[in-house]
């Protein structure tokens, strides 16, 4: 299968505008799995809760969501892109799967990152996998990569792509997605955006160079830093789904969860 990112820079607060970016890059991508950034059709510098809850929508059925399921059912692909949902008076930093059929899931960040903890509402949905047919996909946020466990459980739960809509501003993720799919043995697209965003006193600017990782760590597709980029590139999806790493290491079966208890339950001091 083709699975690729778009790369790009969304103006802050413009829906509409975003969205019409959006619909124009996923018209000159050829894969059957598309991912975008988080919060790509909004921008991600807040300065209030209040200025957030007027950029969310419901998910499936709102604006944004509405126009991703458009966008892939012409494709005939499946895309993932960040957006603000609302849900019964809260507010999360979201992603969406879409296919040709219609919307599939929404996932909500667990990890918020900095100023989001102001802003959104922690998720409170599992990291859950989506058989669609051509593969099992995953999905994680932006800062959700810092944290091993979320790769780790999808993993377990048989995705062979993480999908990982992404506003990078550290430098680290890149390099820390080779070993989060080297030790997961899956391929990853992470779709980071580019630009700089300066309100209310503060200024972000963010780091690009979206990635596609493959099972052993290798780096299958960086783009620049700078700029708006798509990358496309042919996966096997068989590749995810063998986790032997030579005839006598699986890195499933090789797991010591008798030892593992303290990432449960921390050992008190």
Known sequence: MKAGFIQFTPIFGDREDNIRQIGRLVADVDAELIV????????????????????????????????????????????????????????????????????????????????????????????????????????????????????????????DVICHCANLVLPYCQEAMVTRCLENHVFAVTANRTGTEERGGKKLDFTGKSQITGPDGEILCRAREAGEEICVVDIDVKRAQEKAINPYNNILRDRRTEYYGELIKPRSR
């Open 36 to 159: 975008l950034p988080e919060l790509c059709n909004t921008g991600y510098l807040f300065t209030s809760r209040q200025e957030v809850q007027g950029l969310a929508e419901e998910a499936p059925g709102g604006r944004t969501t509405d126009a991703l399921c458009r966008m892939a059912r012409e494709k005939d692909a499946y895309l993932v892109a960040g957006l603000i949902e609302k849900c019964a008076g809260r507010l999360f930093n979201a992603s969406v799967l879409v296919g040709p059929a219609g919307h599939i899931a929404t996932y909500r960040k667990i990890h918020l990152f900095y100023e989001e903890t102001l802003w959104f509402d922690p998720g409170d949905l599992e990291l859950a996998v989506h058989d669609i047919g051509i593969c099992r996909v995953g999905m994680m946020i932006c800062f959700d990569w810092y944290f091993p466990e979320a790769a780790r459980i999808l993993s377990l739960r048989g995705a």
